[in-house]
T-cell receptor, first 114, second 116 residues
Framework: DAKTTQPPSMDCAEGRAANLPCNHSTISGNEYVYWYRQIHSQGPQYIIHGLKNNETNEMASLIITEDRKSSTLILPHATLRDTAVYYCIVRVASSGGSNYKLTFGKGTLLTVNP | NAGVMQNPRHLVRRRGQEARLRCSPMKGHSHVYWYRQLPEEGLKFMVYLQKENIIDESGMPKERFSAEFPKEGPSILRIQQVVRGDSAAYFC??????????????FGPGTRLTVL
């Protein structure tokens, strides 16, 4: 799986949009971008994933650049409860191989301030 | 729709005892994965199981650790003769199948093992 690079920490004001960047310059054509977050002492929570197109769900939006070498997770209206470590993971979503192993890096600690 | 369930949430053992961690996957999910998170570190893959089969245990320590996912009942991660270095958070995840977008893994709340 391709490696990812994320800033170690970011701050965001409550109610504002949080934009979390991720670089994955070695991503392959069949690799998806997944985002998880881990609120302190809890299990990782799946947020969203995408391949090429931008994606949106009830939690967040995922913007993937046209060359797919980077992406941004957007939390449109951050709340205090969004304070967490956010992980960007790329993985092959196809049968075979060991694509099921999620590789968690250090992620980005997002702190939402009142 | 219940999520992935793990129990116990907290487990304290003395050195040399056995620890048994349980994981019930989400309804309809037949694939289970165990990950370990040591203090101040990221999650590391340990083992991948399907019902009655261990598919990949490449992340498991060679000794004292074992996992199973029987036909009936939860998946069990068993640690024999625990040592202080086993103190960690153990997370279980499940997915409906492997391969393709539908194999998104959903995690449980974890079991925090403390070895005294």
């Amino acid at each position: 799986d391709a490696k990812t690079t994320q800033p170690p920490s970011m701050d965001c004001a409550e109610g504002r949009a949080a934009n979390l960047p991720c670089n994955h310059s070695t991503i392959s054509g069949n690799e998806y971008v997944y985002w998880y977050r881990q609120i302190h002492s809890q299990g990782p929570q799946y947020i969203i994933h995408g391949l090429k197109n931008n994606e949106t769900n009830e939690m967040a939006s995922l913007i993937i650049t046209e060359d797919r070498k980077s992406s941004t997770l957007i939390l449109p209206h951050a709340t205090l409860r969004d304070t967490a470590v956010y992980y960007c993971i790329v993985r092959v979503a196809s049968s075979g191989g060991s694509n099921y192993k999620l590789t968690f890096g250090k992620g980005t600690l997002l702190t939402v301030n009142p | 729709n219940a999520g992935v369930m793990q129990n116990p949430r907290h487990l304290v053992r003395r050195r040399g005892q056995e620890a048994r961690l349980r994981c019930s996957p989400m309804k309809g999910h037949s694939h289970v994965y165990w990950y370990r998170q040591l203090p101040e570190e990221g999650l590391k893959f340990m083992v991948y199981l399907q019902k009655e089969n261990i598919i990949d245990e490449s992340g498991m320590p060679k000794e004292r650790f074992s996992a199973e996912f029987p036909k009936e009942g939860p998946s069990i991660l068993r640690i024999q003769q625990v040592v202080r270095g086993d103190s960690a958070a153990y997370f279980c995840a499940s997915s409906p199948r492997t391969g393709g977008e539908s194999d998104t893994q959903y995690f449980g709340p974890g079991t925090r093992l403390t070895v005294l």
